[in-house]
């Protein structure tokens, strides 16, 4: 409400917060633990991420994707923006280890952007783990629809458990609130979006159809 964005949102989450906590000799856990004051601005960075993403919740990696894509949607920001920002994925997470391990952001000199499907596309093996982060997945997704690999899409997702509602759908159509109408990314999750029921669908259809383990029995 006081116009706050991005990485000033975050740090100025923390003066409140620090000076609610100063007002007490001590502040414990309900256990008795004494909360120290690095557990405490944990606790702002995550209460500031919540704050901005709404009803989403997902990986540490796709909250800070989706949270940089509604604070600055695909604009040229600073780097140390990024870098502060990182910090709602987690401690575990810094901004280089996201941009070079992850991909998520595309680095030029002082500044960078959010990294779009055509910036990760090329990733090898983008999404092909058992237990992928959200943004990977769902690009995974949108580049088998681009490339119409239609019957691949369905076994990619069903693979996953990623056809019925849940995280995965929350975050996309969370991207699609956020990114820019004419944005390729936005056009073809609305594609994936619309298709959901007829995915789902069809997936069952190529389920029922499989022979059961008795039956590939009995063949032999």
Not at 20 to 46: C, H, I, N, Q, S
Not at 80 to 107: K, P, T, Y
């Amino acid at each position: 409400s006081y116009g706050f964005r991005g990485a000033d949102l975050i740090v100025a989450c923390y003066g409140p917060a620090v000076g609610v906590f100063g007002k007490y000799e001590r502040v414990e856990k309900a256990d008795g633990t004494r909360v120290g004051v690095p557990e405490l601005l944990d606790l702002a960075r995550r209460a500031a991420r919540d704050t901005i993403a709404g009803e989403f919740r997902g990986d540490n990696l796709s909250t800070l994707y989706y949270v940089w894509a509604n604070l600055y949607g695909v604009s040229e920001q600073a780097w140390d923006d990024a870098r502060l920002m990182a910090q709602i994925g987690g401690e575990s997470e810094n901004a280089m280890e996201v941009a070079r391990g992850h991909g998520i952001f595309v680095v030029d000199g002082p500044t960078c952007r959010l990294a779009l499907l055509a910036d990760r596309a090329h990733k090898r093996n983008l999404g092909m783990e058992p237990n992928p982060p959200l943004i990977d997945a769902l690009h995974r997704a949108m580049l088998l629809w681009r490339e119409e690999k239609r019957s691949e899409l369905i076994g990619y997702l069903a693979d996953r458990g990623l056809l019925e509602d849940g995280p995965f759908w929350k975050l996309a159509q969370a991207l699609f609130e956020v990114l820019p109408r004419d944005l390729e990314d936005r056009k073809l999750i609305s594609a994936l979006w619309g298709e959901r029921p007829t995915l789902r669908a069809e997936a069952k259809r190529i389920r029922s159809a499989e022979p059961t383990l008795f039956d590939k029995e009995e063949k032999k």
